[in-house]
T-cell receptor, first 114, second 112 residues
Framework: KNQVEQSPQSLIILEGKNCTLQ??????????LRWYKQDTGRGPVSLTI?????NTKSNGRYTATLDADTKQSSLHITASQLSDSASYIC?????????????FGAGTRLAVHP | EAQVTQNPRYLITVTGKKLTVTCSQN?????MSWYRQDPGLGLRQIYY???????DKGDVPEGYKVSRKEKRNFPLILESPSPNQTSLYFC???????????FGDGTRLSIL
């Protein structure tokens, strides 16, 4: 069964600290993996997208890694800011019937405290 | 400004009263999609559209209808809403299905 699991479910860190969020998937055949940030009351916003051949991709203080062999991805946030408080969603895309389908993880809720 | 616009943002209604949630995008995107988001669950796809007049079921299509008569609009129709359709709904669009999606800000529906 195609699944995307994220951990931890929630996380609290102090402003300025780093953190890493995890995403494990069993989706096949893999097409790409995306990380989204969802602020409370808003729609998700794309942070990164990685294909099979990409190991790492950065977007400012956000760095995503992908290990397609172990089917794991991580999102590392450096020098966290209060504005990083949000839910982070891992989305894996796979091919089905000639089209790309998406499986969403349940998200990790991050709270950054001063 | 590039955006996906959903209306209404909030709606409380009663079981069985037909309702439509509108979605419009101004980016000339081919692909549009509807999702629902429930606590503890990831976003689940309801319906998607690869292009005008082309729609297909997602993972949870029961109780919903959609139409794509023009590229910019993709309304979600609940013919006979039930309480289990109480949820937060998102519309999204992208240039192609493989591209990252732009999401609207959501519509919170409460069906009593």
């Amino acid at each position: 069964k195609n699944q995307v699991e994220q951990s931890p479910q929630s996380l609290i860190i102090l402003e300025g600290k780093n953190c890493t969020l995890q995403c494990n998937y069993t989706v096949s055949p893999f097409s790409n993996l995306r990380w989204y940030k969802q602020d409370t009351g808003r729609g998700p916003v794309s942070l990164t997208i990685m294909t099979f051949s990409e190991n790492t991709k950065s977007n400012g203080r956000y760095t995503a890694t992908l290990d397609a062999d172990t089917k794991q991805s991580s999102l590392h946030i450096t020098a966290s800011q209060l504005s990083d408080s949000a839910s982070y969603i891992c989305v894996v895309s796979f091919l089905s019937g000639g089209y790309n389908k998406l499986i969403f993880g349940a998200g990790t809720r991050l709270a950054v405290h001063p | 400004e590039a955006q996906v616009t959903q209306n209404p943002r909030y709606l409380i209604t009663v079981t069985g009263k037909k309702l439509t949630v509108t979605c419009s995008q101004n980016m000339n995107h081919e692909y549009m999609s509807w999702y629902r988001q429930d606590p503890g669950l990831g976003l689940r796809q309801i319906y998607y559209s690869m292009n005008v007049e082309v729609t297909d079921k997602g993972d949870v299509p029961e109780g919903y209808k959609v139409s794509r008569k023009e590229k910019r609009n993709f309304p979600l129709i609940l013919e006979s809403p039930s309480p289990n359709q109480t949820s937060l709904y998102f519309c999204a669009s992208s240039l192609w299905g493989e591209q990252p999606q732009h999401f609207g800000d959501g519509t919170r529906l409460s069906i009593l």
